[in-house]
């Protein structure tokens, strides 16, 4: 077992199946050494896990939650690519919350991904990293996240 899968062991976590898209693309494409991910939304086990905007139907900690979600399905979809194992770095996280209103807690919701990702990858998984509040998401969904990573 190769020290990221050992890693995700280590803390009890699995890797969800790759959530199948909402349109037209794949989950991931390689283009040389990166891995660029589709928008992540928090599907579990083949179902939305909540719908709303935050600040309103969901709150900040929640929504942190759900970031914590996407980046798992991200990196779900670059395991089912290249394996997870081949991750030198995370390069790049991209997060989309749904914002109600008046709600400017964006980086703190996708604090919920970036400390999940620097929990698996230690140093490794520091990246730049963009949160940006939008007036709709995709079914609903009240956080999306993408990401790159570079991989050997």
Not at 58 to 65: F, G, L, R, S, V
Not at 96 to 124: D, H, M, R, Y
Request: with cysteine; hydrophobic share 50%; charged share 20%.
């Amino acid at each position: 077992m190769g020290a990221w899968k050992q890693r995700l062991d280590e803390l009890g976590i699995e890797l969800p199946g790759v959530a199948a898209p909402v349109a037209a693309y794949v989950p991931a494409v390689r283009s040389g050494s990166q891995v660029f991910t589709s928008g992540q939304l928090p599907f579990a086990g083949g179902k939305l896990a909540a719908v709303g905007k935050v600040g309103a139907e969901i709150d900040a900690d929640e929504a942190k939650q759900h970031a914590r979600t996407c980046v798992l399905n991200a990196l779900a979809a670059v395991d089912a690519l290249v394996g997870l194992d081949s991750i030198v770095r995370i390069v790049k996280v991209v997060g989309f919350v749904a914002s109600a209103e008046g709600f400017t807690g964006q980086p703190a919701v996708i604090n919920g991904a970036s400390e999940l990702l620097g929990e698996i990858f230690g140093e490794a998984g520091s990246h730049a990293r963009s949160a940006v509040g939008v007036a709709e998401l995709p079914v609903g969904a009240p956080v999306e996240v993408e990401m790159i990573v570079e991989v050997a």
